[in-house]
C-alpha cells in the first residue's frame, strides 16, 4: 500500500519557489516525512527530513501540517539544475526500514 | 568529501558469467544496503548489512549475494546472472539502521544479454 501520494509532474519558472505537495494521512505519531530527489538516473540525494515541526536546510523547506497529514516541499527559488524526480518518504527511525521509493513527483524548472 | 562510490558504472555482461559491483563508503556508516531501480518499480531493496559481517535480504534478494567483510565495503554478487537482473543499481550507506538519511552512489548500469 502506497503509504504516500504525490503529483505526477509539475512545472514551475525559473527563480520562483517550487511547492510539492505530499500526502501522507495514514502516518504514525513515531513516523518521520523524507524528502529525495533523483535528477536524471543518478543516485538519490536526500534533501530534508522532518517529524513535526517546519524545517529549513540549505536546499529546501519542509512544512509539515499540524494534523501531519501532508506536507509540501519548498524549493525557494528554483532553478534548472533542479529539475529532477522529487519524492516524499515516510519511515521509522528504527532498525531496517527500507527507504520506499514511490513514483514521485517530475519537478520541470522551465526557464 | 562524503561518497559513496560503485564500479563499475556501466557493464555489459552475458548470461551466467559471475560478476562483482563494488561498493565503498568513507563517512564510516554502519548501515550500508544494495537497491535495484526498473522502470515503473521505483527502487527496491537487494540486500542490507547493519554493520560487519551482518547482512540480511530485502524486498528483492534472488539471484543477489552479499558479504560484509569491512565496515567501507559493501559488494553485490551476481554469481550467475541473467537477462532479469538488467537494472540500474545503487548502494546506499548511512550512520545507522535507524537513519533515514541515506548517501547513494552514483548507480551500476547493469545490462545481462
Known amino acids: 500500500d502506497a503509504k504516500t501520494t504525490q503529483p505526477t509532474s509539475m512545472d514551475c519558472a525559473e527563480g520562483r519557489a517550487a511547492n510539492l505537495p505530499c500526502n501522507h494521512s495514514?502516518?504514525?505519531?513515531?513516523?518521520?516525512v523524507y524528502w529525495y530527489r533523483q535528477i536524471h538516473s543518478q543516485g538519490p540525494q536526500y534533501i530534508i527530513h522532518?517529524?513535526?515541526n517546519n524545517e529549513t536546510n540549505e536546499m529546501a523547506s519542509l512544512i509539515i501540517t499540524e494534523d501531519r497529514k501532508s506536507s509540501t516541499l519548498i524549493l525557494p527559488h528554483a532553478t534548472l539544475r533542479d529539475t529532477a524526480v522529487y519524492y516524499c518518504?515516510?519511515?521509522?527511525?528504527?532498525?531496517?526500514?527500507?527507504?520506499?521509493f514511490g513514483k514521485g513527483t517530475r519537478l520541470s524548472v522551465i526557464a | 568529501e562524503a561518497q559513496v562510490t560503485q564500479n563499475p558504472r556501466y557493464l555489459i555482461t552475458v548470461t551466467g558469467k559471475k560478476l562483482t559491483v563494488t561498493c565503498s563508503q568513507n563517512?564510516?556508516?554502519?548501515?550500508m544496503s544494495w537497491y535495484r531501480q526498473d522502470p515503473g518499480l521505483g527502487l527496491r531493496q537487494i540486500y542490507y548489512?547493519?554493520?560487519?559481517?551482518?547482512?540480511d535480504k530485502g524486498d528483492v534478494p534472488e539471484g543477489y549475494k552479499v558479504s560484509r567483510k569491512e565496515k567501507r565495503n559493501f559488494p553485490l554478487i551476481l554469481e550467475s546472472p541473467s537477462p532479469n537482473q538488467t537494472s540500474l543499481y545503487f548502494c546506499?550507506?548511512?550512520?545507522?539502521?535507524?537513519?533515514?538519511?541515506?548517501?547513494f552512489g552514483q548507480g551500476t548500469r547493469l545490462t545481462v544479454v
Open positions: 546506499a550507506s548511512s550512520l545507522s539502521p535507524g537513519q533515514g538519511k541515506a548517501f
Open positions: 495514514t502516518i504514525s505519531g513515531n513516523e518521520y
Open positions: 522532518g517529524l513535526k
Open positions: 518518504i515516510v519511515r521509522l527511525h528504527s532498525g531496517n526500514t527500507p527507504l520506499v
Open positions: 563517512m564510516n556508516h554502519e548501515y
Open positions: 548489512s547493519m554493520n560487519v559481517e551482518v547482512t
